[in-house]
Nanobody
Framework: EMQLVESGGDVVQPGGSLRLSCVAS????????MNWVRQAPGKEPEWVSH????????WYVDSVKGRFTISRDNTKNTVSLEMNNLKPEDTALYHC?????????WGQGTQVTVSS
């Protein structure tokens, strides 16, 4: 059974940094592109970032470009999201996702709150 478990969320001040991690199991991780998706209260889910299976190509939503960096370690079945210069509008539940449009392929999420 596929499982994704996120960690690393916290409450931080604007301008702060966090590193989110996701551990995958139940499927051949190295064969799949991976994503991060976030959902703020009362809003639709928003795709944040994508990394290809080999880890050498990444894409970002415009609002996080230059601030967030996605990476993966296929030897450890992990995908990470380094987030810098966090803004209040980054506050959301962040999900690791194998398919960004299928919530059944997402983890439970880790909460990021950016507030002074």
């Amino acid at each position: 059974e596929m499982q994704l478990v996120e960690s690393g969320g916290d409450v931080v001040q604007p301008g702060g940094s966090l590193r989110l991690s996701c551990v995958a199991s139940g499927f051949t991780f190295s064969l799949y592109d991976m994503n991060w998706v976030r959902q703020a209260p009362g809003k639709e889910p928003e795709w944040v970032s994508h990394i290809n299976s080999g880890g050498d190509t990444a894409w970002y939503v415009d609002s996080v470009k230059g601030r967030f960096t996605i990476s993966r370690d296929n030897t450890k079945n992990t995908v990470s999201l380094e987030m810098n210069n966090l803004k209040p509008e980054d506050t959301a539940l962040y999900h690791c996702a194998r398919d960004p449009i299928n919530p059944n392929s997402w983890g439970q999420g880790t909460q990021v709150t950016v507030s002074s």
